[in-house]
């Protein structure tokens, strides 16, 4: 084992509870998929989001944040994953309810998305 080999931080690493030999390491470590595809798109045009969608990934960003601080063993890669879920979730989900339903331009679209890219 990593955890017994006297090789400092990473034996340290390894024997943590919520070390990289563990589920707590990696369903976190996937979930950044998630909150990365969330932030890459971060201009997508407000007729493409949905507000069912965000408010349930807002959601599961801000419970699963305090969740983790909650569980044996805490899980801080899990409470970051999450909080920046919640980041960029919310913020799709500001666009989506003022482009909706607090102004009164129209929502961007795709359309005008592909058109804005063609004038460059």
């Known amino acids: 084992h990593?955890?017994?080999?006297n090789l400092g931080i990473v034996s340290t690493i390894a024997a943590a509870d919520a070390g990289p030999f563990t589920v707590h390491f990696w369903a976190p470590m996937s979930k950044w998929l998630i909150s990365g595809a969330s932030f890459m798109?971060?201009?997508r045009p407000t007729d493409k989001i949905s507000i069912a969608?965000?408010?349930a990934l807002t959601?599961?960003?801000l419970f699963f944040s305090r969740y983790?601080?909650?569980v044996t063993p805490i899980?801080?890669?899990l409470c970051s994953v999450?909080?920046?879920l919640f980041g960029s979730s919310a913020w799709h989900l500001g666009r989506k309810i003022n482009a909706d339903y607090l102004t009164d331009e129209p929502a961007a679209t795709v359309a005008d998305?592909?058109?804005e890219k063609k004038t460059e």
Do not use: F, H, K, P
């Open 68 to 70: 983790s601080l909650l």
């Open 75 to 77: 899980n801080y890669t």
């Open 2 to 5: 990593l955890s017994g080999a």
């Open 82 to 84: 999450n909080v920046a």
């Open 41 to 43: 798109d971060l201009n």
């Open 113 to 115: 998305a592909d058109a």
């Open 53 to 55: 969608q965000y408010t």
């Open 59 to 61: 959601l599961t960003g």
